[in-house]
């Protein structure tokens, strides 16, 4: 997410989410580089403002 600010990634994330499919987990396309705030903020709106939905 540019917020217009330089972080180190530190987080693989799932461009889209891959809920449980493992060829999709698995997926280097799939992936992106993310700092840690970014990721959070990302899966939060994804999962309805929950970090984690089950």
């Known amino acids: ?5 330089l972080e ?8 889209t989410p891959h809920k449980g499919d493992m ?3 698995w997926d280097q396309g799939n992936w992106q580089p993310l700092c840690a705030t970014c990721h959070s903020i ?12 089950k």
């Open 1 to 5: 997410m540019d917020k217009g600010k």
């Open 8 to 15: 180190p990634a530190t987080v693989v994330d799932h461009i």
């Open 23 to 25: 060829g999709l987990f």
């Open 42 to 53: 990302k899966t939060a709106k994804e999962d309805g403002g929950f970090a984690c939905s």
